[in-house]
Nanobody
Framework: QVQLVESGGGLVQPGGSLRLSCAAS????????KGWYRQAPGKPRELVAQ???????NYAASVKGRFTISRDNAKNTVYLQMNSLEPEDTAIYYC???????????WGQGTQVTVSS
């Protein structure tokens, strides 16, 4: 059974930092593309950052230069380091893993990030 468990969300002031973690089990983690998505109230879910099995990364324009995605295949964990947080970053953040060849995708349960003074 595949499980993705996110942690690290919370309340932070504008300009602050948070690091999200997503621990995976039940898959060969290194073979999957890993991503972080977010969904704010009343808005569609959007891609925030992604890292391929080969280590290539891409970011949404709104977070480039502030957020960093990384992974530790030995720990089956993907991270999202978020710096210089803005109120517009407030959303539920979801971890996602996708096997490109098998065309399967799994989602975490989400973790709330709130940026407010």
């Amino acid at each position: 059974q595949v499980q993705l468990v996110e942690s690290g969300g919370g309340l932070v002031q504008p300009g602050g930092s948070l690091r999200l973690s997503c621990a995976a089990s039940g898959i060969i983690f290194s073979l999957y593309t890993k991503g972080w998505y977010r969904q704010a109230p009343g808005k569609p879910r959007e891609l925030v950052a992604q890292i391929t099995s080969g280590g290539n990364t891409n970011y949404a324009a709104s977070v480039k230069g502030r957020f960093t995605i990384s992974r530790d295949n030995a720990k089956n964990t993907v991270y999202l380091q978020m710096n210089s947080l803005e109120p517009e970053d407030t959303a539920i953040y979801y971890c996602n893993v996708r096997h490109v060849v098998l065309d399967v995708t799994y989602w975490g349960q989400g973790t709330q990030v709130t940026v407010s003074s």
